[in-house]
């Protein structure tokens, strides 16, 4: 029996949740798809923040030199960082060999709401059939959902139903699922995801209204990678043994 709990925003996320159990957090519209991206473009780590004031202050102490201020308010680039959290902006000839300080309104705050936990997973679209394989053999599981500002988000919970659905595909197994994690298998039987469903989201159209609909081609794009983030220490990265695709 393979327990998985889904929560629909970071807020509902208590430290008897995490603990001893192994995270997977998406934030589809944009920051778990932008940091895929990056890393397959061979940034070096990325951290997380919960602030602007923490980012940069982070940044700072990291050493400018190598290292990108990134993130966004209200979907658009904060003033005075280098990047936002469009994954397009998120090229190899921009963040090869960079480290990169994240924040953003709701991604980063998923995975700190995470951190307590055995392993924590970055997971998007992008690298989805990756992730299912590396928790396949895990006996609890929790899914943390970015949200939108800690309300429900369609893309998301879709995002988990599809990985709860390529789990049950993959081998047959028992699952003990809360409420949110049945609602997300059934809602991911229902939809098929593809950019015209992403733009018709509460997510998808605050990215068109500061008009930035072009990313959710890639937020879309289905297992265009095969790697796998982990956040160890508030560092995302990817592990020394397993190489980019």
Known sequence: MKTVDVFLSPVE????????????VM???RATTTMVEALAN????????????????????LGRGDTLLCGERKGLKVQGFDLGNSPTEFTS????????VM????????????????????????????????VREEESLLIVCAGKENRFS?????CAGSL?????????????????????????SLHEVDADFLASTAAGRALAEVGLE????VCAARDRYTLVPEMRSRKISLPLSKERS
């Open 13 to 24: 996320v208590g430290e008897s949740a995490v603990e001893g159990r192994v995270a997977v």
């Open 27 to 29: 934030d589809v519209i």
């Open 42 to 61: 061979g940034a070096r780590a990325i951290f997380p923040t919960a602030s602007t004031e923490e980012a940069v202050k982070l940044a700072s102490s």
């Open 93 to 100: 000839n921009v963040v090869g060999g960079k480290q990169l």
């Open 103 to 134: 924040s953003t309104t709701n991604g980063t705050r998923a995975f700190l709401a995470a951190e307590g936990s055995t392993r924590v997973l970055a997971a998007s679209f992008l690298n989805l059939s990756a992730v299912v394989k590396a």
């Open 154 to 158: 369609l893309d998301d919970a879709l």
């Open 164 to 188: 709860l659905t390529a789990l049950t595909a993959l081998e047959p197994v028992d699952l003990l699922l809360n409420d949110a994690a049945r609602m997300v298998l059934d809602l991911a």
């Open 214 to 217: 072009r990313d959710l081609d």
